[in-house]
Every structure is written in C-alpha cells, then in structure tokens.
C-alpha cells in the first residue's frame, strides 16, 4: 500500500511550514560583522565630535542604534528569513515597548526636564 | 544571494512549527517589554538626581565653580561593546557548524562547532568582566545602587541584563559539554538556533543600551 506522505515533496512541505529557512553564508555573516563594526566605531566617533554639542547628535546616534539593531535581528536572529509568524511574535511585542517607552517619557515629562 | 537551506525535523504541530521555536521567540517579545521598562525607568529618572556622581560632564568651570566629572568610561564601554557584538558572530559560526556538519567547506576550523561555542561563552564572559571592572570602579567613585537616582536606575537596568548574559553563558557552556560529549549533530541545530537566539537578543538589547545609557547626554 502507497502511503500518502509518499506523494509529497518534503522540501515544499517544509518550506509551508516555514521550517525549511534559509540562512547566510559565513562570507556574509563576516561583511555582517564588519558592518556592526564600522557602526560602532562611528557611533564613538560622533560622541568624540564637536556635533555632540548640535541638535542632530541624538537623532544620528538614535538612527546608527536602530540599524545596528536591525542588522542583528534580520541577519543574525535570521528573522529575514524566518516564519513570518517568529517575526510578528518579535516585532508586535517590540512596537509595544517603545510606544510604551516614549509614552511614559512623555507622561512622566522627560523632554522637559533640566538634563544633568 | 547564496543561502544554505537548513531543514528542522520535528513532531507534527498545529502551526506547523516547532514549539521550541515559537516558546522562544514569544519569551524573546516578552523580554522586549522588560527591557524597555528598564530603559524607560532610566531615561524618565536620567537628569533628576539631586546629588552626584553623574553620567556625563554636567558643568566645567567657568560656569561652575567646580568640575563635575563624568563617571561613565565610553572608551572601556566602546569595547566591551565590540566584544560582544563578536560574540554575536562566533554564535552563528557554531550554528552553521552544526547545521552544516559533514558537509562540503565546513570540514576545518568552520565546522568547528566546539570552537566556535567555547569562544562565544569566553568572549561572554569578557563582557562580564568589563561590567564587573565598571561596577567595581563606580563603587570607588561613590555611586552605587543607594546613591542617587542614575545609580539606582543603572546598576538596576545592567545588572539585568548582565544577569542575561550570564545565563546566556552557562547555556553556552551546556551546549559545549554537550559538543564534547557526543558531538551535536544537525537533528540538534534547533538546540543551538534556541540558544542563539536568546544570545542575539542580549546582544541587541545592549546595542540600546550603549546609545541610550552612554553615548546620548
């Protein structure tokens, strides 16, 4: 007796359930790593700068975190690649935290406030 | 782009995925809230401690009379930093390794997946070491979780996530008795994408952490 599983092909099946992911290659995870590299020394160097003393020091830094944040998780968390289902369980539970963040950072004044 | 495709066996499921893998990532987005209570609870705080020490350069003469130093040391935190941001690497080298075990190009030093395990725990635990030597030195300097605000708010949001990156460790150090023992196999790939996973997020957890905490004043 033929069994039905014999029918399928287990790659097209595995790729349906999203467990048959894709990752990169070490020659990428290396140019991946360099990059991050290249971020944070030029994370450091902005503070070092005379633009810490500029309104842009705190959005270029804000903008350099986030892509540093984002390359780890779509490369190195393969959420590039990954169920789309890992990623709303990441991404739901993450855009809750910050519109949590700054909500409380304006209810509690924080843009207001003399910084020390 | 050239990828590898990695098959994960595992008991039928109702979403068709592993359990493992979803239990992960649901404690993953679970975490997210708890950092960012952390970070919130430090920003809201950041600025209103009435005594020092202080984070950042608060005033130099001659607008004050005297120099209120900055405690927070960015060249020993840019490497740490650094440090663990390669630990993120040699994580994915020791998942690679033991998905792709016994196939072509991955037979030296890049199937190594003891190397690459023991390396993420040993580059790990520098991390820890730098947090130490920085809490240790902050304690000389007078601020500690009593102190003020900014010494309550820190010392509570990187004792946190030095505390992950410790269980992050000894995890890594399991995955690598394991290793030696009886060598993990790619049917035990989804053991080791668990553990990178949790790994990667402490890892981006601190890349918030760096920008927020040191280098934003």
Same mark, same amino acid.
């Given at each position: 007796?033929?069994?039905?599983?014999?029918? !399928?092909?287990?790659? !097209?099946?595995?790729?349906?359930?999203?467990?048959?992911?894709?990752?990169?290659?070490?020659?990428?995870?290396? *140019?991946?790593?360099?990059?991050?590299?290249?971020? !944070?020394?030029?994370?450091? *160097?902005?503070?070092?700068? @005379?633009? /810490?003393?500029?309104?842009?020091?705190?959005?270029?830094?804000?903008?350099?975190?986030?892509?540093?944040?984002?390359?780890?998780?779509?490369?190195?968390?393969?959420?590039?690649?990954?169920?789309?289902?890992?990623?709303?369980?990441?991404?739901? @539970?993450?855009?809750?935290?910050?519109?949590?963040?700054?909500?409380?950072?304006?209810?509690?004044?924080?843009?207001?406030? /003399?910084?020390? | 782009?050239?990828?590898?495709? &990695?098959?994960?066996?595992?008991?039928?499921?109702?979403?068709?995925?592993?359990?493992?893998?979803?239990?992960?990532?649901?404690?993953?987005?679970?975490?997210?809230?708890?950092?960012?209570?952390?970070?919130?609870? =430090?920003?809201?705080?950041?600025?209103?401690?009435?005594?020092?020490?202080?984070?950042?350069?608060?005033?130099?003469?001659?607008?004050?009379?005297?120099?209120?130093?900055?405690?927070?040391?960015?060249?020993?935190?840019?490497?740490?930093?650094?440090?663990?941001?390669?630990?993120?690497?040699?994580?994915?080298?020791?998942?690679?390794?033991?998905?792709?075990?016994?196939?072509?190009?991955?037979?030296?030093?890049?199937?190594?997946?003891?190397?690459?395990?023991?390396?993420?725990?040993?580059?790990?635990?520098?991390?820890?070491?730098?947090?130490? =030597?920085?809490?240790?030195?902050?304690?000389?300097?007078?601020?500690?979780?009593?102190?003020?605000?900014?010494?309550?708010?820190?010392?509570?949001?990187?004792?946190?996530?030095?505390?992950?990156?410790?269980?992050?460790?000894?995890?890594?150090?399991?995955?690598?008795? &394991?290793?030696?023992?009886?060598?993990?196999?790619?049917?035990?790939?989804?053991?080791?994408?668990?553990?990178?996973? =949790?790994?990667?997020?402490?890892?981006?957890?601190?890349?918030?952490?760096?920008?927020?905490? =040191?280098?934003?004043?």
């Amino acid at each position: 007796m033929e069994d039905h599983l014999t029918h !399928t092909n287990p790659d !097209t099946d595995l790729h349906a359930m999203g467990e048959m992911h894709e990752h990169p290659t070490w020659k990428q995870y290396k *140019w991946v790593a360099l990059i991050l590299t290249i971020l !944070t020394v030029l994370e450091v *160097w902005v503070y070092y700068t @005379p633009l /810490q003393n500029t309104p842009l020091f705190t959005p270029v830094l804000l903008i350099l975190s986030v892509i540093k944040f984002a390359i780890v998780v779509m490369f190195y968390m393969h959420l590039k690649y990954d169920h789309r289902l890992f990623r709303a369980l990441f991404t739901g @539970p993450l855009a809750v935290a910050i519109i949590t963040l700054i909500s409380l950072l304006f209810l509690f004044g924080a843009f207001s406030v /003399q910084r020390k | 782009m050239t990828t590898a495709a &990695i098959p994960h066996a595992h008991p039928a499921t109702t979403t068709g995925l592993d359990h493992r893998k979803v239990a992960i990532w649901t404690f993953i987005g679970s975490e997210c809230m708890l950092f960012a209570s952390l970070i919130s609870t =430090y920003l809201i705080y950041k600025g209103r401690s009435v005594v020092g020490p202080w984070p950042h350069d608060v005033c130099n003469p001659p607008v004050c009379a005297v120099h209120m130093k900055a405690i927070l040391n960015i060249p020993v935190t840019s490497i740490s930093t650094f440090v663990l941001l390669m630990s993120s690497l040699t994580m994915v080298l020791a998942l690679a390794a033991v998905e792709n075990r016994g196939k072509r190009g991955y037979e030296g030093l890049l199937g190594n997946s003891k190397l690459w395990l023991l390396s993420t725990a040993i580059l790990g635990t520098t991390f820890l070491g730098f947090q130490a =030597y920085e809490f240790t030195s902050f304690v000389h300097e007078g601020l500690t979780i009593r102190t003020n605000l900014f010494g309550s708010t820190f010392f509570t949001l990187t004792g946190f996530h030095g505390a992950h990156v410790t269980a992050g460790v000894l995890w890594l150090l399991t995955l690598f008795a &394991i290793d030696v023992k009886r060598g993990l196999q790619p049917k035990d790939a989804l053991l080791v994408d668990i553990s990178a996973l =949790y790994w990667h997020f402490v890892d981006v957890v601190w890349v918030a952490i760096f920008t927020l905490v =040191y280098l934003i004043h």
